[in-house]
Each structure stands twice: as C-alpha cells, then as structure tokens.
C-alpha cells in the first residue's frame, strides 16, 4: 500500500519504467491501481534502435507484474515523506 499512495502522488509525472524484458519505457504517468499496474502517455522507449517495432507506441499499459524498476524524477522524490510513510508500515499501521 505505501507504494500505491506514492505512485498516486506522481501522477502526472515523468517516469521511465524498467520491464523484467530489459524494455525501458519513458511517458507521463497516467494511473497506477493497487496492484501497482501503471498506464503511461506520451511513451517513447529508452533504446529505439533495440526495440525499432515500439516507436509508434504513444499509451501503454503495464502490468505491475512485469515491472522490475520505476525510476522518478528527482524533484518527484519527498525523502521525508517515504521515511514517514516507511516507519508507519514498519510499525503497522
């Protein structure tokens, strides 16, 4: 759940997704669900020349599933708010 509410924060957000394929897609977040499924627009893949057949790819959905990385922007990150959120999970609730 502590990442689901994060994520929600970011929406509207650049991030680049790592998938378990090594794909890397770059876009706007969307929305995110509690199973941590990710929609992004305005897509491009981070290596075009290795993956030329997603280049017209504008929208995607990704299951949360198949994610291995998210990477934020660095403005995006509230470290004290992760901190926050960290320890209250930590002690359960």
């Not at 959905?61 to 960290?86: K, N, T």
């Amino acid at each position: 759940m502590l990442f689901f509410l994060y994520f929600k924060d970011l929406v509207g957000q650049e991030v680049t997704v790592e998938l378990k394929n090594d794909l890397a897609i770059r876009g706007t977040l969307h929305s995110v669900d509690q199973y941590l499924n990710i929609k992004l627009e305005n897509t491009r893949v981070v290596d075009q020349d290795k993956y030329p057949h997603m280049l017209s790819v504008r929208n995607c959905f990704i299951r949360g599933s198949v994610v291995r990385y998210v990477q934020l922007p660095p403005d995006g990150v509230d470290v004290d708010l992760l901190h926050d959120a960290a320890r209250r999970e930590a002690r359960g609730g």
